[in-house]
C-alpha cells in the first residue's frame, strides 16, 4: 500500500507522543506514557475504524453514506435499551443483558442503513439528502423516546432511569491467560500487556474487522464483485453481476459496523445514552475513510491518528501542572481539545496527495 | 455446399424505449462459424438489438433461440451460459481493475456465471492469469495479464474484451463497432482474429459502419433502418454503393467533392510546441505548422504519434511544456480553453463521452455547453430555455440527431447520435475561425459522415482554418488540402494533398526518412 500515507500518519502519531513524553517525563517513566497513551488511542480509535469500514462498504460498493452518524447514535440507543430491557424488565443477567445489547445495536444499525439503500437505490434520491435524512432520523428517534421512556412519569421505567447492566467486560485476563500466565505477553513487560492489551470486545473486534475487511475487499469473489459495482456498474451488469442487489447488501454491511460502532458508546465505553453523544464521530469516520483511500488499513491508520490526538488530549491535562511556561497555550483545554478537527481538516486538505474515490461514487445506477 | 445451422435465432424482437420504437419485429439469425455484418444508419437499433439477445435489454416481444432451444434472457448471465458473449460499443471494463481481475469479474471461480459456490471464495489470480496467457497464445490474442486496464491503449482494451467472451468459453461473439476506435493496423490484426475465431466455429456478429470491411469479412450481410431489417444480403450480390443505399434510403455520394482551395492568412501558428502526455513522457517533440484560413491541414500518423497531445494542447486542454500556440494574431500560450473556444476555436474531441459531452444533460444543454453565458442562451446569468430549445430543435434538424426529443439525456442516444451532437455544437457557434477536428466521423454511418464532409469543406470555403485528424487515411486524403505526417512526435513532412499516394504516406507514417524536399 502507500507507504508514503502511512510514514506520514506513524510521523503524526510519534510527534502527539513526544510532546506528552518531553512534559510528563519527568514524573512518569516514558515507558508507562507511551503505553498507557497507546491503549487511550487504540480504545478512542475504535468508533472512528469502524465507522470508517462502515463508509468503505457503502462507498466500494457505490453508494455514499453520510448517514453513519446517525446509524451509530441510534444503534447506541437501542442497543443500550435492549440491554436495559433485558436486564431489568426480563432479569436476565449481565452477560446475556450486553450481549442482547450488542447484537440490538448491529440490527439497528442495519436498519437504518436498509432505509438509506431504499432510499437511494430504489428511489434514487440524492444520496447526500439520503444520509442527512438519516441522520436527522436519528436524532429525533433516540431523542423523543430517551424522553418518553425514561423522562415521563406514567413511562415503562416510571420516570427514573434504571442501572444499566453494566459495560462489556475488559479482555486483558483472558489474553494473558492466553499467553500463559504472570509473566506478561509475548515477553512484553507486564505493565504493556496489562494496558494496551486491556482492551474490550468492541475495541478488539474492531481491529480483527479492519484485517477481515482487507481480505473480504481485496481477495474474496465478493469484494471484485462490489468493488466492480461501485467503479462501474454498467461492467459489472453485462457479466452477469445484480448491481443493485450487491449494493442494498454491501449498504446494510455497513450499516451494521456503524451498529457495531453504536454499541461501543453505550455498552463499552459509558453505561449510559445522552442526546447527541456520538458527537460528530461519524463524520470524523468518513474523513478516516477519504485519507485512508477507502482501504480499511489505511482508514484504520487515520482513526488512529484521531484517537492520538484525543490521547493528547487526555494526558496533558493530567501533566498540567509540568507544562513548561513558554508551552502556556497547552494548558487551555480548548486549545488541545481542538487538537482532533484540526487533525482532520489538515489530513482532509490532502495534505499527502490525492485520493480517488470509486468512480461511480454516489451514482444511482440506470441501463 | 449444404447450409450451415443456425446456431442463434431471433424472432420479432420488439423494444421500445421513451419516445423511441428501438426494434421493431426484426428476426436475426447467425450460423455457425460464420461472420454475419450488421450495417445500419445512427440510431437504427443495431445495438439495442445484441443488448436484447445478450440479455442486457428486455425485449417487449419476440423470442430468442441458442441451437434450437428457446431462451429466457433475464440477465446477461443467461446469455453468456449459452455461449454468448459481447464486446460493447463502449467497453465494459473497469478500468483500475488489471487485465487479469476484468477477465475474471462474474465468472471468478468457473468459466462461466454460476452463482452456487460462497461468495466469500478466495479469487485465484494465479490461476485466471494462466488461462489468461494460454488463452492469449491460441488466438494471437497478446494480453498482459497484471497491467491495469485504464493504462491500455484502446486497441489491447478491445483484446482483453474479447479474451474475456473467450474465456467464458463463447461460442457466439458479438462485437459492436469493433473497428471504429481502432487504427488500420490494429483493424487488420483483428480481421485475422475474426478470422481465427471462425475457423475454430466460434459464429460472429460484426457491426459496422464500413463498408469496405464488410465486403472483406462478412459471408452474409444484414441492413437495419429505423428499428427494422431491411434485408439480407452477401458480398457477392453487393456493393458499397447499393448497401449504402439500403442503410440510408437514399443514394450516397462516397467520395468527396471539393473545389479548389484559396487559402488566405495564418490563422493557427504553432512553433516549437512541446507537449509531455499523462505518462509524463514528452510525446509531441518541437512540432511547427501553420493553417491558414480557407484551407484543410490534414495530420496523417499512427495513432498514437502525439496526436492526442497535440490536439488537446492546441484546444487548451493540456499544460504545455514549450514553444507557442498563436491563433487569429492573438498568443494563446498558456491560456484557458475558455480562452480558446473565445478566440475562434471549434473542436470536435477524439473520445466523444470523455470530452465532448455532458453524458448527464440533455440533448439540448450539451448543445451551449460552450456559449451557454452569452447571449442568447445566457442574459444575466439565467439560462433563456426559449433560445435553448430553438437552438437545439434547428441543430437536431439540420445534422439529423436521432433523439426523441431536445430534452433527453445525451447518454441515451446512440453512439453514433452522440458524435453528431457534438458536431453540430461545434461547427454551428457563431465566429469560428479554427476547426480542430479530432476523428470527426468516429462511429458514423454513410449518409451522416457525407453531411459531415460537405459542412467542413462549406466552412473551409466560408474562410475557416481546420486542422483535421483521423485515423482514416482515405479522409485525410479526400478531406486534407495539405498532409502533415506525425510520426514520433515529430512532423517529419508536409506535403501537397493532390500530389501524393497513399502508399507514401503509409511509408512516412511508418518511419521512413523522408527523400525529397516537401511543399
Ligand atoms: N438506454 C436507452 N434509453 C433510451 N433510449 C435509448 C437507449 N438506448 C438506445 N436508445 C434509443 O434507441 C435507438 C436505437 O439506438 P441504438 O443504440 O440501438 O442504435 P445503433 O444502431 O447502435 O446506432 P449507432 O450506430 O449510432 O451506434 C436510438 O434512437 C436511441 O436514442
Ligand atoms: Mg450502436
Known amino acids: ?367 | 455446399m449444404s447450409e450451415k445451422k443456425i446456431v442463434l435465432d431471433a424472432r420479432g424482437i420488439t423494444k421500445q424505449f421513451p419516445g423511441v420504437l428501438a426494434n421493431d419485429l426484426v428476426d436475426f439469425d447467425l450460423r455457425e462459424g460464420e461472420v454475419h455484418a450488421l450495417l445500419g444508419e445512427n440510431g437504427a437499433g443495431k445495438s439495442t438489438l445484441m443488448n436484447v439477445l445478450y440479455g442486457l435489454y428486455k425485449a417487449d416481444s419476440g423470442e430468442v433461440k441458442v441451437n434450437g432451444e428457446n431462451l429466457i434472457l433475464s440477465s446477461p448471465r443467461d446469455a453468456i451460459y449459452k455461449g454468448i458473449g459481447m464486446v460493447h460499443q463502449h467497453f465494459m471494463l473497469v478500468p483500475v481493475f488489471s487485465v487479469t481481475e476484468n477477465i475474471m469479474l462474474g465468472a471468478e471461480t468457473d468459466h462461466r456465471a454460476t452463482p452456487n459456490e460462497s461468495p466469500l471464495v478466495k479469487l485465484d489470480r494465479k490461476e485466471v492469469a494462466q488461462k489468461v496467457k494460454s488463452l492469449s497464445q491460441q488466438y494471437g490474442l497478446e494480453v498482459e495479464p497484471a497491467a491495469i486496464v485504464g493504462d491500455l491503449p484502446v486497441g489491447v482494451q478491445q483484446r482483453v474484451e474479447i479474451v474475456k467472451a473467450l474465456y467464458r468459453n463463447a461460442n457466439i461473439l458479438i462485437l459492436d463497432e469493433p473497428t471504429a476506435v481502432l487504427t488500420p493496423q490494429e483493424a487488420d490484426d483483428l480481421f485475422r482474429i475474426v478470422h481465427e475465431l471462425t475457423t475454430r466455429g466460434v459464429s460472429i456478429v460484426f457491426i459496422t459502419h464500413k463498408l469496405k470491411e464488410v465486403l472483406a469479412i462478412a459471408d452474409r450481410i444484414t441492413v437495419m433502418r429505423g428499428g427494422k431489417v431491411v434485408g439480407t444480403t452477401t458480398p457477392q450480390e453487393t456493393d458499397e454503393h447499393q448497401l449504402a443505399a439500403m442503410m440510408v434510403g437514399r443514394d450516397v455520394i462516397l467520395t468527396v467533392e471539393k473545389e479548389v482551395a484559396h487559402p488566405a492568412d495564418d490563422v493557427l501558428l504553432v512553433e516549437k510546441l512541446r507537449v509531455r502526455d499523462v505518462r509524463d513522457i514528452e510525446t509531441v517533440r518541437g512540432v511547427s505548422f501553420t493553417v491558414r484560413a480557407g484551407e484543410i491541414l490534414g495530420i496523417a500518423g499512427v495513432q498514437g504519434n502525439g496526436q492526442t497531445e497535440l490536439a488537446e494542447a492546441l484546444t487548451g486542454l493540456r499544460r504545455i511544456e514549450g514553444g507557442t500556440i498563436q491563433l487569429a494574431e492573438k498568443n494563446l500560450t498558456g491560456k484557458t480553453p475558455r480562452i480558446f473556444t473565445e478566440s475562434g476555436l471549434a473542436h470536435i474531441p477524439e473520445d466523444r463521452q470523455r470530452h465532448g459531452l455532458v453524458l448527464g444533460y440533455t440533448v439540448a444543454d450539451n448543445m451551449v455547453l460552450c456559449d451557454y453565458y452569452k447571449a442568447p442562451f445566457g442574459v444575466n446569468g439565467v439560462l433563456q430555455q426559449k433560445a435553448l430549445d430553438e437552438n437545439s430543435r434547428r441543430l437536431i434538424q439540420e445534422y439529423d440527431v436521432r433523439t426523441p426529443s431536445p430534452y433527453v439525456s445525451a447518454g441515451k442516444l446512440s453512439g453514433g447520435n452522440q458524435q453528431k451532437v457534438i458536431v453540430a455544437r461545434e461547427l454551428s457557434r457563431a465566429n469560428v475561425k479554427l476547426v480542430v477536428a479530432n476523428q470527426p466521423t468516429r462511429g458514423l454511418d454513410v449518409g451522416s459522415i457525407e453531411y459531415i464532409h460537405k459542412e467542413i469543406i462549406a466552412m473551409r470555403d466560408r474562410g475557416v482554418a481546420v486542422l483535421l485528424i483521423s485515423a482514416e487515411l482515405d479522409e485525410v486524403m479526400a478531406l486534407s488540402d495539405r498532409i502533415a505526417v506525425m510520426y514520433h512526435g515529430e512532423i517529419v513532412t508536409t506535403v501537397d494533398a493532390k500530389s501524393v499516394t497513399r502508399e507514401q504516406l503509409g511509408l512516412w507514417m511508418a518511419g521512413s526518412k523522408v527523400q525529397q524536399p516537401a511543399a
Not at chain 1, 512534559?23 to 487511550?40: K, N, Y
Not at chain 1, 434504571?162 to 505477553?185: D, I, N, V, Y
Not at chain 1, 496489562?194 to 479492519?210: E, M, N, R, T, Y
Open chain 1, 1 to 367: 500500500m502507500d507507504w508514503r500515507r502511512f510514514s506520514f500518519i506513524g510521523l503524526i502519531i510519534v510527534i502527539l507522543f513526544g510532546v506528552v513524553v518531553l512534559i510528563g517525563g519527568e514524573q512518569v517513566s516514558p515507558l508507562i506514557i507511551i503505553s498507557s497513551m497507546l491503549a487511550t488511542t487504540i480504545t478512542v480509535a475504535t468508533p472512528l475504524t469502524l465507522g470508517a469500514l462502515s463508509g468503505i462498504f457503502c462507498e466500494r460498493a457505490g453508494v455514499v453514506n453520510i448517514g453513519i452518524e446517525g446509524m451509530m447514535l441510534a444503534a447506541a440507543f437501542f442497543g443500550w435499551l435492549a440491554s436495559i430491557y433485558m436486564n431489568t424488565i426480563f432479569e436476565f443477567n449481565a452477560a446475556i443483558s450486553l450481549t442482547v445489547g450488542v447484537v440490538m445495536a448491529i440490527v439497528s444499525g442495519g436498519i437504518f442503513a436498509l432505509l438509506h439503500a431504499w432510499l437511494s437505490i430504489a428511489f434514487k434520491v440524492d444520496q447526500i439528502i439520503g444520509g442527512t435524512v438519516i441522520n436527522i432520523l436519528a436524532v429525533g428517534i433516540t431523542g423523543f423516546l430517551n424522553r418518553q421512556l425514561f423522562f415521563e412519569k406514567g413511562s415503562i421505567f416510571g420516570g427514573n432511569v434504571p442501572h444499566a447492566p453494566g459495560l462489556l467486560p475488559s479482555l486483558s485476563k483472558s489474553l494473558t491467560f492466553l499467553c500463559g500466565g504472570e509473566q506478561g505477553c509475548f515477553g512484553l513487560p507486564d505493565l504493556i500487556s496489562g494496558s494496551v492489551f486491556d482492551q474490550k470486545p468492541v475495541a478488539i473486534s474492531a481491529i480483527v474487522l479492519v484485517a477481515v475487511s482487507h481480505y473480504v475487499l481485496f481477495n474474496t469473489r465478493w469484494g471484485l464483485r462490489t468493488r466492480a459495482v461501485g467503479e462501474h456498474p454498467k461492467a459489472a451488469d453485462t457479466v452477469g453481476i445484480n448491481v443493485n442487489r450487491m449494493r442494498y447488501i454491501n449498504v446494510v454491511i455497513g450499516g451494521m459496523f456503524a451498529g457495531l460502532a453504536g454499541a461501543y458508546f453505550t455498552l463499552e465505553s459509558v453505561p449510559s445514552f445522552e442526546p447527541l453523544m456520538t458527537n460528530g464521530r461519524g463524520f470524523i469516520s468518513l474523513a478516516a475513510m477519504i485519507f485512508g483511500n477507502w482501504t480499511p488499513f489505511g482508514a484504520w491508520a487515520a482513526a488512529l491518528v484521531f484517537g492520538a490526538s484525543q490521547a493528547l488530549q487526555i494526558n496533558l491535562q493530567f501533566f498540567r501542572e509540568s507544562i513548561p511556561p513558554n508551552w502556556a497555550f497547552l494548558q487551555q483545554s480548548y486549545v488541545v481539545g481542538l487538537a482532533p478537527y484540526i487533525l482532520t481538516m489538515l489530513i482532509l486538505t490532502g495534505i499527502i496527495g490525492k485520493t480517488t474515490p470509486p468512480a461511480a461514487d454516489g451514482q444511482p445506477y440506470e441501463k
